[in-house]
């Protein structure tokens, strides 16, 4: 629980403001599931969202002024975070193979991390999502083998068109979240072939200050955690 919940404080003008990978799928359902119920008690327009795409630096930093009440990043609880934040786990993002149509995986209807053994893998570099690749790592480690890199510079969201382009025989692994946000950017000479193994996924967070004295976090708080467990 919050301090403001704790000391039962108010405001006068409802807002709330969420950063991070604002624009995942999964992150969306949630955002609109916070925003109808919000809605009903406090009227629309109450949630502004700050995209990490957008500006990377203050839509993920806790102590930017001003900054997000929430933050919805990739994270697992063996990830270091600032004294006085709270990380709740929310979601399993399952993650998917991007092969050109001529590789042997483009045939398949879904793999296993084990087919992925003897692949070259696509390491983006150069932007926030280089952070993601602790996950992909750890499934292949999980798996038993330690995945062959190719380290590629990737500063914006569109060069996905370029490497993806170029992707011949390498793979990009993405969560499926990214690739449905970003297929604009993947080339149609590629296609994204499910991962259907427990072990491959990146852990959804949401992060949030205990010092922040905004009371609606306790109630998104409250509409989050039951909506995971209606879905458990």
Not at 137 to 146: I, K
Not at 159 to 187: A, G, K, M, P
Request: net charge negative.
């Amino acid at each position: 629980m919050t301090i403001a919940a704790k000391q039962g404080a108010s405001m006068l003008t409802p807002h709330l403001t969420i950063g991070g990978n604002v624009g995942l799928k999964t992150v969306l359902e949630r955002i609109t599931l916070m925003a109808n119920r919000f809605a009903q008690e406090y009227g629309v327009d109450i949630i502004e969202m700050n995209d990490i795409e957008a500006d990377p630096r203050t839509s993920i930093d806790l102590n930017c002024d001003p900054a997000p009440d929430f933050l919805f990043l990739y994270i697992d609880e063996t990830d270091e975070v600032e004294e006085g934040t709270e990380v709740q786990q929310l979601a399993r993002v399952p993650l998917a193979a991007v092969v050109n149509k001529n590789h042997c995986l483009a045939r398949r209807e879904r793999i296993v991390l084990d087919d992925l053994k003897s692949e070259t893998f696509i390491k983006l570099e150069g932007n926030y999502v280089s952070g993601s690749w602790r996950f992909i790592e750890s499934a292949c480690l999980e798996a038993g083998f330690t995945p062959t890199c190719r380290h590629v510079y990737f500063p914006r969201v569109t060069d996905f068109l370029r490497i993806t382009f170029n992707l011949r025989n390498d793979i990009l692994v993405l969560t499926t979240d990214y690739i449905e946000q970003y297929s604009t950017f993947i080339s149609n000479d590629c296609i994204a072939v499910p991962i259907d193994d427990p072990r491959a996924f990146m852990p959804l967070a949401m992060l949030y200050s205990m010092s922040n004295s905004n009371p609606l976090i306790d109630e998104a708080l409250e509409i989050l955690l039951s909506d995971n467990e209606s879905k458990a």
